[in-house]
């Protein structure tokens, strides 16, 4: 299953509680989308966020964003991931 | 420990293996800094790479990448991970 990495930006200290009620959003819809979010990442200091998930396509990692919040990133890489 | 995100641009298309082969020179020398990178993830289309590492500052992290390759990150966060 191809892994996905997306990069959000959000407002510059927006606390890391708000960052992770949203994740949670994601996951509560993620089975629908054949997608799990698997880890993110968040530099509150800049505002940027880095979600990681593995699912069918790009298309499906965005539409579970799409579903819980609509907080879309600014854009997503289809990466391999290695040691 | 501090953890940190870098990115960088590649050339779309550079082989995975050269990648690897710079990963694994940051294998080689990050002891020296006090850092550990941990995963790595590339999407060889659009010549992203994201390094995720721990260490004592961003600047070891990168004195890493200085001393194994030179091949510098466009950016690098500190991040808090979450799942």
Tied chains: 1, 2.
């Excluded at 997306?6 to 200290?13: F, I, K, L």
């Excluded at 698997?38 to 800049?46: C, F, I, Q, V």
């Amino acid at each position: 299953m191809p892994r996905f990495l997306d990069v959000h930006t959000v407002p510059p200290g927006t606390p890391p509680e708000a960052v992770a009620a949203a994740h949670q959003r994601d996951l509560a819809v993620q089975a629908r989308h054949g997608v799990r979010y698997l880890k993110y990442w968040y530099d509150a200091a800049t505002g940027k966020i880095f979600c990681l998930s593995e699912g069918p396509s790009r298309e499906a990692a965005l539409a579970v964003h799409r579903e819980a919040h609509g907080l879309m990133p600014d854009d997503i890489f289809e990466v391999e991931e290695s040691e």
